[in-house]
């Protein structure tokens, strides 16, 4: 059964600690997608990857938040310096070009 | 700017009866339109989409509507089941991009 799968489920960690947060993509999808869920905003997209190129991460604080790919099986979204109002849950999404996109559980966040 | 609107937070439903979901958006370049499911501590689940160039898709008791002069859709639960009860994430694809965006959810619940 192919999913999405996200390190770590949970993540407490202190202000200005670096966090990063994982995503393998389900085999074969070339789009990579990272949400944030947030109780005012929905799910707000942060960045998107096709074959593992950034697309738009206007949705990211540039001066903290970096995505990446390094390869076709892992995303990573880094977080650095840690602040409490990025406190959140974290998704990752991968999808194959039709419409729908499959996501992950998702990384809960706590910046204490 | 929110391209993709859920204006009801929240809905409840007698158990059996039907339940509307109602999302518009102000971007006229979204080719696909997508419903997703969430239950909580879960990612999203797809559910059901719709393409700009149709006006109605269904899938078992779930039915989607696309009115493109208005810019509004909606999904249609008939009947209505406990098991429906989750928040409902209307989102909208760009057609040049690949890039999803989420309106802010709905909570159903059903009732018996």
């Known amino acids: 059964d192919a999913r999405v799968t996200q390190t770590p489920r949970h993540k407490v960690t202190e202000m200005g600690q670096e966090v990063t947060m994982r995503c393998q993509p389900i085999?074969?999808?070339?789009?990579v997608f990272w949400y944030r869920q947030t109780m005012m905003q929905g799910l707000e997209l942060l960045a998107y990857?096709?074959?593992?190129?950034?697309?738009?991460d206007s949705g990211m604080p540039k001066d903290r938040f970096s995505a990446e790919m390094p390869d076709a099986t892992l995303a990573t979204l880094k977080i650095q310096p840690s602040e409490p109002r990025d406190s959140a849950v974290y998704f990752c999404?991968?999808?194959?070009?039709?419409?729908?996109?499959?996501f992950g559980q998702g990384t809960r966040l706590t910046v204490v | 700017d929110q391209q993709v609107k859920q204006n009801s937070p929240s809905l409840s439903v007698q158990e059996g009866r039907i339940s509307i979901l109602n999302c518009d958006y102000t971007?006229?370049?979204?080719?696909?339109f997508l419903w997703y499911k969430k239950y909580p501590a879960e990612g999203p689940t797809f559910l059901i989409s719709?393409?700009?160039?149709?006006d109605k898709n269904e899938d078992g008791r779930f039915t989607v509507f696309l009115n493109k002069s208005a810019k509004h859709l909606s999904l249609h639960i008939v009947p209505s089941q406990p098991g429906d009860s989750a928040v409902y994430f209307c989102?909208?694809?760009?057609?040049?991009?690949?890039?999803?965006?989420f309106g802010s959810g709905t909570r159903l619940s059903i009732r018996p």
């Open positions: 999404a991968s999808g194959t070009g039709p419409p729908e996109a499959f």
């Open positions: 085999l074969g999808h070339n789009t």
């Open positions: 990857f096709r074959n593992r190129a950034p697309l738009d």
């Open positions: 971007n006229s370049m979204f080719d696909y």
């Open positions: 719709i393409s700009s160039i149709k």
């Open positions: 989102a909208a694809r760009y057609s040049s991009a690949s890039k999803i965006i």
